[in-house]
């Protein structure tokens, strides 16, 4: 038997192809565009960015061969890509741009109204930083605009990327709020990997054709937007916004249960990897660097892992779940891919911040700014340091 | 490797643009698809494009890849480039097990001590036999797969759809590519081999010295000049309209200083190589402007106008004879455009010249066969006179032989052009006219030809002489139709003086030849005419005409003038049968003791400028002949720009200015010229109309766009590159609007 027949023979080609779905090696950012297609959007703006812009190429290239019915208009700037959303998603489009750094910061001011209109929009953030210049991976960008009101996952691979793409309009239909589906520049965007691609019945099992929410403009009775609102009234609208804030969580934890039910594939707001009564350490991540610290826990019994896979509405309920599970003295170290100009990164904020009033130990570490490489090693010099010896500070620089 | 079932980490080293991003791509697929593992294949992008160093990675494993970081211990390492083994640490982090493969023509022994176990492919070499990739470089991405697939013990054959779905282009010629590969992978194993400890530095943090990142020289930080593989330089490349010259003339040259108001130095261009520019001006059918890039943009540019401005502002210039020094004198039979021409560049490299003109006034065809409203004799009395002021004797009405001028004169040139008309051997030959004659006859002896106020005459055949005396006919008072036997598409005559003609009244009858003559009762001549169809295309390329069975017709016309072919006078080789051709005589045929040269219409037939071009080389053959040389003509460039190596996109659409004609009211006795010229600031707003095909004329555009800002302005106020930071990316080649600058492979030209 020759080398090929018998590898062939262990591993057949279709093996381990779940049911209702076709394997193909393709980039997150083709997977963003493949999840846009799947999700039967119909109406798409697009300003061309580094690293972004092979999701909005590859959008235009499936309308132009007749794969996808939707409408692509590029516009002159990403300020007018989340303005005209805006427009299509109020006569009742099922709409999706995607952006990165500088511009979605120049988009921010329009982040604000989408959210306060109750626009049910998603859009993918690739995610790169502002200044010093750089095109590499860092999350800065989408982390500043955490309170502009849009919810925000952040993607391990490429297939959560269109896993979370198709979550994410049946989420944003739901409770009228806009959702940003955050890739990491390169690392995930433009690595191409094994992705199972949901045939369109099945994706539209989960996430129906046609919008879940009812057109918010009828052309016949026509209505105005944006007018002036008065100190009576404001606060009303506010609330009404944290009603809807308050369901995130336990919707994404709904859904992807019932995600995993049809596609084989399940998903929390977080993911809690060896965290038990035995753990002594734990390593709160987000997107890919949560792949390498998989393999780095492997080694080391006592450490876990805690990936926070929706970080804006912070997903308190499901870190104080996962963190019941762990030793009471357990270290908790998160590991922020951004810096925003404060001592600790935003995942170390929003971590104290949920775990306020408890007896914890927390650090925080800067790793991975700018795309600076996570390998392995990088991982294991964090797990080195003595965090048991109160001369230790609370947050550190690793390179 | 594949059959331990381990995971298997793979670094790439390429150059941006050589495929190595779309290689590690198909390597994924091709396991995912055809072996069922787990991959992953990511680059590493600087900012930078085509020609710098890009890594690339690729892991391929039987469960869950659990890192997504760089790869810093390879188990294989493959170099899609020599050139970057001396410029980035291509082998660091190998380990005693590790696998270099590197696109070479060399034995894998030459790499000895880089690793364990060294191959090498010749992956250019394959690639650029099959022409893949573009000019800018060879791309060899499918060659590598091969070689790749080769070392990891996969199978080509199940990976030869994925390649062919994979490529951009040439699917067939990748897919041989990589199999050609696949067999073509040399191996050296070096049992000696110990990795070197790589000395990767503690994890200690660079400390910057500044607070923001700044760069006081913008730019300079990188010499990325040691990236390039391929090297921009400016070029000087014949743009069409000089290189369809047939006389040579550097049109490029000369309108480009008439848009600069220079007429006096454009004047000089031109004469460098056409000592007729004002009767160019007019009778050319530009041939330069005929391949004018600038058809497919807006419409060419009027180059005929400008050539006839320049000729005709050129009054005021005085020309001097030099000196003659040399002993032998030359002797020209002919003094039209071609032995004109020829008694010039002769003369005025010092020989003493003499032109013989069986007419008395010398000018040749222009003289005798373009009718004075299409070339006024003033025009050509100037441009002759010109000549003759450059110290050329010319002597008229004085019909030679070569017999009578042998012995006075070291060379002779004849030129005496193609006066012969041919007739229509129908009989009734008395009244039957050849057209040449008739033009002639006009030209030299006083427009009166005997035709009768609303005389019928049918001119035969559709070429410029078939149109000059329909036209003439006209202006005589008589009544012209022109019969041709192929339709106006195969008209040689210069399509705008047919269309004038036509504007002024002259029917033309496509598709007819006369097949029977006869005379009538009432003295008028019956001309049997049979309708032609259009067959297959003959040896000309034209199509060929076929008669039509029983489609006979008859006219009744007054008189008949012959234009359907012209051959050279024998007179002047006293009647001997001689078939001329360009160039000298054979000695042996022709039985001359003086070294006799031929040139113009009697060797070759053609147009006045075609004339010009057969007496600049006539010239220059007697000259290299008289100097014991080897004459070499200048050949026609087949480098000429192309419309399709022009940026249209840089150009404004412009409309150009047409030549004013002028169709008189009145034509009778109107020998007044048609086609009127124009004024100094349209003709230097047209000539501002050329693209500069193939020469620089410093738009700045290589300058905005070089990305490493390597391109500026000397003092001289020329683009200068700067190879310390010139990449080879090839924008400014890209940008250029016309072609000027070529992109080869560093140390070599294109």
């Given at each position: 038997m020759t080398t090929t027949e018998s590898i062939l023979k262990q591993n057949p080609p279709g093996a381990g192809i779940p049911s209702r779905h076709s394997k193909k090696v393709m980039k997150g950012n083709i997977a963003a565009a493949e999840a846009v297609r799947l999700s039967r959007v119909s109406f798409v703006t697009a300003y061309p960015i580094t690293p972004q812009t092979t999701i909005i190429e590859e959008i235009a290239s499936m309308i132009a061969r007749g794969d996808f019915d939707a409408i692509s208009v590029n516009m002159e700037s990403e300020h007018s890509v989340f303005a005209a959303l805006m427009g299509a998603s109020l006569v009742g489009e099922r709409v999706f741009t995607a952006t990165s750094g500088q511009g979605l910061l120049y988009a921010h001011e329009v982040l604000h109204a989408i959210a306060h209109m109750r626009l049910p929009i998603v859009a993918c953030n690739v995610g790169r930083p502002s200044f010093p210049w750089n095109i590499w991976a860092d999350q800065s960008d989408s982390i500043s605009q955490r309170d502009t009101g849009w919810v925000q996952y952040y993607c391990e691979s490429s297939q959560e990327v269109l896993d979370t793409v198709l979550q994410s309009y049946k989420l944003s239909e739901k409770l009228g709020l806009p959702v940003m589906v955050v890739l990491d520049a390169f690392y995930l965007s433009h690595t191409s990997e094994n992705v199972y691609i949901p045939d369109q019945d099945l994706a539209d099992t989960f996430l129906p054709a046609r919008r879940i929410t009812e057109n918010q403009v009828d052309l016949n009775h026509p209505k105005a937007f944006g007018g002036l609102?008065?100190?009576?009234?404001?606060?009303?609208?506010?609330?009404?916004?944290?009603?809807?804030?308050?369901?995130?969580?336990?919707?994404?934890?709904?859904?992807?249960?019932?995600?995993?039910?049809?596609?084989?594939?399940?998903?929390?707001?977080?993911?809690?990897?060896?965290?038990?009564?035995?753990?002594?350490?734990?390593?709160?991540?987000?997107?890919?660097?949560?792949?390498?610290?998989?393999?780095?826990?492997?080694?080391?019994?006592?450490?876990?892992?805690?990936?926070?896979?929706?970080?804006?509405?912070?997903?308190?309920?499901?870190?104080?779940?996962?963190?019941?599970?762990?030793?009471e003295d357990c270290i908790i170290?998160?590991?922020?891919?951004?810096?925003?100009?404060?001592?600790?990164?935003?995942l170390m904020q929003e971590m104290k911040r949920a775990l306020y009033g408890k007896p914890v130990k927390i650090f925080g570490i800067y790793a991975g700014l700018g795309g600076r490489d996570v390998p392995p090693e990088t991982i294991e010099r964090i797990l080195k340091i003595n965090f048991e010896s109160p001369q230790t500070e609370e947050v550190h620089w690793i390179k | 490797m594949l059959s331990h079932g381990k995971p298997v980490e793979i670094r790439g080293h390429a150059r941006g643009g050589q495929g190595m991003v779309t290689a590690f791509e198909m390597l994924a697929k091709i396991f995912s698809y055809r072996y069922n593992f787990e991959v992953q294949a990511f680059p590493f992008f600087g900012v930078e494009r085509t020609g710098a160093p890009i890594q690339a990675y690729l892991r391929i494993a039987p469960g869950k890849i659990l890192n997504r970081s760089y790869i810093y211990h390879p188990g294989l390492v493959v170099v899609f480039d020599e050139g970057l083994i001396d410029?980035?640490?291509?082998?660091?982090?190998?380990?005693?097990?590790?696998?270099?493969?590197?696109?070479?023509?060399?034995?894998p022994s030459y790499y000895k001590g880089k690793a364990r176990d060294i191959y090498t492919v010749p992956a250019t070499r394959i690639s650029v036999e099959r022409k893949l990739g573009s000019r800018s470089l060879p791309i060899v991405n499918a060659a590598m797969v091969g070689a790749l697939l080769h070392i990891l013990e996969a199978d080509i054959e199940l990976a030869r759809d994925i390649i062919a779905e994979e490529v951009p282009v040439k699917p067939e010629a990748n897919v041989d590519a990589a199999i050609q590969a696949f067999g073509e992978v040399y191996r050296f194993k070096d049992a000696g081999f110990r990795p070197q400890a790589t000395g990767k530095s503690a994890a200690t943090m660079k400390k910057p010295t500044s607070e923001v990142p700044f760069w006081d020289k913008p730019m300079s930080v990188n010499k990325t000049g040691n990236w390039r593989v391929f090297a921009p330089s400016y070029v000087e490349r014949p743009a069409p309209c000089s290189d369809n010259c047939p006389a040579g003339t550097g049109v490029r040259q000369f309108v480009k200083l008439a848009a600069e108001g220079k007429f006096d130095e454009a004047f000089r261009t031109i004469y460098e190589h056409n000592p007729f520019p004002a009767i160019c001006g007019r009778v050319c059918p530009h041939f330069c402007q005929q391949s004018c890039n600038r058809i497919e943009l807006d419409g060419e540019v009027n180059i005929g106008a400008i050539e006839r401005y320049i000729g005709d502002k050129a009054g005021h210039m005085a020309f001097e004879p030099v000196p003659v020094v040399h002993s032998g004198k030359i002797a020209v039979v002919g003094s039209g455009p071609a032995g004109l021409t020829a008694a010039l560049r002769l003369r005025t490299l010092g020989y003493a010249v003499t032109v013989f003109e069986a007419l008395p006034k010398a000018g040749g065809m222009m003289r005798s066969g373009i009718p004075v409203f299409r070339l006024p004799e003033d025009v050509l009395d100037r441009e002759i006179a010109r000549i003759e002021q450059q110290g050329v004797e010319i002597v008229t009405g004085k019909k030679v032989t070569v017999s009578e001028l042998e012995g006075s004169y070291a060379v002779i040139i004849t030129a005496v052009g193609s006066h012969i008309g041919s007739g229509l051997r129908l009989g009734n030959d008395e009244d039957v006219t050849d057209g040449i004659t008739f033009l002639r006859e006009i030209n030299i002896g006083g427009r009166r030809n005997g035709i009768g106020r609303g005389e019928r005459v049918a001119v035969i055949g559709g070429g410029n002489t078939a149109v000059d005396v329909a036209r003439t006919v006209l202006r005589l008072g008589g009544d012209p139709v022109i019969y041709y036997r192929r339709t106006r598409n195969e008209m040689p005559a210069i399509a705008e003086e047919v269309e004038e003609a036509m504007k002024e009244g002259v029917p033309i009858e496509f598709l007819s030849a006369p097949v029977a003559l006869a005379k009538g009762d009432n003295g008028r001549l019956q001309m049997t005419l049979q309708r032609m169809e259009?067959?297959?295309?003959?040896?000309?390329?034209?199509?060929?005409?076929?008669?039509?069975?029983?489609?006979?017709?008859?006219?009744?016309?007054?008189?008949?003038?012959?234009?359907?072919?012209?051959?050279?006078?024998?007179?002047?080789?006293?009647?001997?049968?001689?078939?001329?051709?360009?160039?000298?005589?054979?000695?042996?045929?022709?039985?001359?003791?003086?070294?006799?040269?031929?040139?113009?219409?009697?060797?070759?037939?053609?147009?006045?400028?075609?004339?010009?071009?057969?007496?600049n080389d006539v010239a220059g053959e007697v000259e290299a002949f008289l100097q014991n040389r080897e004459y070499v003509k200048p050949a026609k460039s087949s480098k000429a720009v192309t419309p399709g190596e022009m940026n249209f996109s840089y150009y404004m659409r412009t409309p150009g200015y047409a030549t004013p004609v002028q169709t008189p009211d009145v034509l009778l006795h109107n020998f007044d010229e048609v086609a009127g010229g124009l004024d100094e600031d349209i003709i230097m707003k047209e000539a501002g109309?050329?693209?500069?095909?193939?020469?620089?004329?410093?738009?700045?555009?290589c300058l905005n766009f070089c990305p490493d800002a390597a391109i500026s302005i000397d003092d001289e106020n020329r683009l200068r590159i700067n190879f310390d930071y010139c990449k080879?990316?090839?924008?400014?080649?890209?940008?250029?609007?016309?072609?000027?600058?070529?992109?080869?492979?560093?140390?070599?030209?294109?």
């Open positions: 609102v008065d100190p009576s009234l404001y606060d009303t609208y506010n609330r009404q916004y944290w009603d809807a804030i308050h369901q995130v969580e336990d919707e994404t934890i709904e859904m992807g249960h019932e995600f995993g039910e049809l596609f084989g594939r399940e998903y929390g707001a977080v993911e809690a990897v060896n965290i038990h009564s035995g753990t002594k350490r734990i390593l709160v991540t987000m997107a890919t660097i949560t792949t390498t610290a998989r393999q780095v826990i492997e080694h080391h019994p006592d450490v876990g892992l805690l990936k926070i896979r929706l970080f804006k509405p912070f997903p308190k309920k499901s870190v104080l779940d996962v963190l019941e599970m762990a030793d170290i998160n590991i922020d891919r951004n810096f925003l100009g404060d001592h600790e990164g935003a | 410029q980035t640490p291509v082998f660091d982090g190998l380990s005693i097990d590790s696998i270099i493969l590197i696109n070479s023509e060399k034995p259009m067959g297959e295309p003959d040896e000309s390329g034209r199509r060929r005409p076929v008669p039509v069975e029983g489609s006979e017709m008859t006219a009744a016309v007054d008189r008949i003038i012959t234009a359907t072919g012209q051959w050279p006078d024998g007179y002047v080789f006293s009647g001997k049968n001689i078939s001329a051709g360009q160039g000298r005589l054979d000695p042996a045929l022709a039985g001359f003791r003086t070294p006799v040269f031929c040139a113009g219409d009697m060797a070759w037939g053609g147009t006045v400028v075609e004339a010009i071009g057969s007496g109309r050329c693209l500069h095909c193939g020469e620089c004329y410093s738009c700045g555009n080879g990316c090839g924008i400014c080649v890209k940008e250029c609007p016309c072609s000027a600058i070529a992109f080869a492979e560093e140390g070599k030209t294109n």
